[in-house]
């Protein structure tokens, strides 16, 4: 059974460019969040999702942030024209309905130039 | 905010020797999870410890919860080289908030 999948592992982008980062969850998860971990700091919640519906989105950003977790596919999250401040790892997490442990990936690691 | 906080930031102790880490919280809980992160890495999920329990185990690992001082710990005994990693506490249901983790560094 394969873990959460998230890719790129490595992304780097230009400021001003689009960012979008993937994640599969585990097989059966229907939850999903993201966070975000700047250097030698813990995660900070960002959005939380079920399959085309976002539940909490309160960790996100007001502008330039989205994600999404369609019926079909991967949940994607989406940065628009990053800044420098943007660098950091991203990681998702997916958890089963009704089961509040999470199960995290291997994180997207964003640097931003 | 229901923030875990561990402390101590840093830890290191010889290979063998039993670790002790930390996490506080400020609000009630319905359960709290202790997370390992290797360097570069992603959290692997260690021990999930719910309201009403005040102890679990788990291999090597033991992790105690006191709602009362609204604390809980994570001891890890003989520890080997392996072990050195960041360790976080998360609190929260869907919404988990973690603070800036242990740094346990185990020295051959």
């Known amino acids: 059974n394969a873990g959460v999948m998230q890719n790129p592992r490595h992304l780097v982008r230009r400021r001003g460019q689009e960012a979008r980062l993937r994640c599969s969850p585990m097989?059966?998860?229907?939850?999903v969040y993201w966070y975000r971990q700047l250097p030698e700091e813990g995660l900070k919640f960002m959005v939380y999702?079920?399959?085309?519906?976002?539940?909490?989105e309160s960790g996100m950003p007001k502008e330039r942030f989205s994600a999404e977790f369609p019926k079909e596919g991967p949940s994607i999250l989406r940065i628009q024209q990053v800044v420098r401040g943007d660098s950091a790892a991203y990681f998702c997490?997916?958890?089963?309905?009704?089961?509040?442990?999470?199960?995290f990936g291997p994180g997207t690691r964003l640097l931003v130039l | 905010s229901q923030q875990g906080e561990e402390d101590p930031q840093a830890l290191s102790i010889q290979e063998g020797e039993n670790a002790t880490m930390n996490c506080s919280y400020k609000?009630?809980?319905?359960?709290l999870q202790w997370y390992r992160q290797n360097s570069g890495r992603g959290l692997v999920h260690l021990i999930l410890?719910?309201?009403?329990?005040r102890e679990k185990h788990s291999g090597r690992l033991r992790v105690t919860l006191d709602t009362s001082k609204k604390s809980s710990s994570l001891l890890i005994t003989a520890s080997r080289a392996a072990d050195t990693a960041s360790y976080f506490c998360?609190?929260?249901?869907?919404?988990?908030?973690f603070g800036q983790g242990t740094r346990l560094t185990i020295n051959p």
């Open positions: 999702l079920q399959k085309e519906n976002i539940i909490d």
């Open positions: 998360g609190v929260g249901a869907q919404k988990l908030v």
């Open positions: 097989k059966g998860h229907s939850h």
């Open positions: 609000t009630s809980i319905n359960n």
């Open positions: 410890i719910r309201s009403n329990e």
């Open positions: 997490a997916s958890s089963l309905i009704g089961d509040e442990t999470q199960y």
